[in-house]
């Protein structure tokens, strides 16, 4: 992985959640762009959980694949809230 690539998921316009999977197997969700923290270098990336206490300190080089979540549409998040 290069740090154009992670900077290119991270600024995507509309923001599409990913998860980053890791060479040794560790998968880390980024569910908004908030969540994922880019040295200026582009070698080290900061990677933060759902509470403000969980992160990891994650090497970009050592990032195999970014995996792009498929986003619900408007309507099938309605038809689900709102049944029959």
């Known amino acids: ?7 290119a998921a991270v600024q995507g316009t509309p923001f599409r959640p990913f998860i980053i999977h890791m060479a040794d197997g560790r998968s880390f969700p980024i569910r908004h762009p908030d969540f994922l923290l880019i040295a ?3 070698r080290t990336a ?3 959980g759902p509470t403000a206490d969980e ?4 090497d970009v080089l050592l990032m195999t694949e970014i995996e792009i979540l498929r986003q619900e549409t ?4 309605d038809a689900a809230a709102n049944p029959g």
């Not at 992985?1 to 900077?7: A, G, I, S």
């Not at 408007?74 to 998040?77: D, M, V």
């Open 74 to 77: 408007q309507s099938a998040s």
């Open 46 to 48: 900061f990677a933060f």
């Open 40 to 42: 200026p270098n582009g």
């Open 55 to 58: 992160f990891s300190i994650l």
């Open 1 to 7: 992985m290069t740090p154009q690539e992670l900077r």
